[in-house]
């Protein structure tokens, strides 16, 4: 499998198939018991592992109700849908989902590479918005450095939205 624009892993660091992302997400410890994860995979014939989605509620109580999001889908399966499928899929998941503690997800955020103009219009589509720049984040194989946006998203009920101060 050959996937690299736009992600920060190398070829070798890339599950071949679900049963290798299973085994990788589980030695990264994202297969949370208590409800505070949840990794999808879709596959497609021909392609393999065509996409993945992770959603990691943070564990610390200050920052207990954000989620960290993570999202790649091979190029060779770009532009058919499966993106916006597994990240519309984990939003609502992460809408309806209470933690064994009662807890939810009120705020995901996510990061992606500037450069990557076809994610970045995903995340704007569902309601993202661009919140930070980190400059020179990311080191690109050609060896320049490419920033990273910070992008985040509120999915907390207008009634029940936190108050938020400075």
């Known amino acids: 499998m050959r996937a690299r624009h736009g992600i920060v892993k190398h070829e070798d660091e890339l599950p071949a198939d679900a049963a290798a992302y299973a085994e990788q997400r589980d030695r990264a410890g994202l297969t949370a018991t208590d409800g505070s994860a949840l990794c999808l995979a879709a596959e497609l014939e021909g392609v393999g ?6 959603l990691l509620r943070l564990r610390p ?3 207990h109700h954000v989620g960290i999001l993570g999202l790649g889908v091979h190029p060779e399966a770009q532009g058919l849908g499966v993106g916006r499928a597994l990240l519309e899929r984990m939003l609502e998941w992460a809408r309806a989902h209470r933690d064994a503690d009662g807890g939810r997800v009120l705020r995901v955020e996510l990061y992606v590479r500037a450069d990557n103009g076809r994610a970045i219009a995903l995340y704007l589509s569902v309601g993202f918005a661009h919140e930070g720049t980190r ?32």
């Open 135 to 166: 400059r020179g984040f990311v080191r690109a194989d050609d060896g320049t450095f490419v920033d990273d946006l910070i992008m985040g998203l509120s999915l907390a009920p207008v009634d029940d939205a936190p108050a938020f101060r400075r």
């Open 49 to 54: 592992l065509a996409g993945e989605v992770t």
């Open 61 to 63: 109580r200050m920052v």
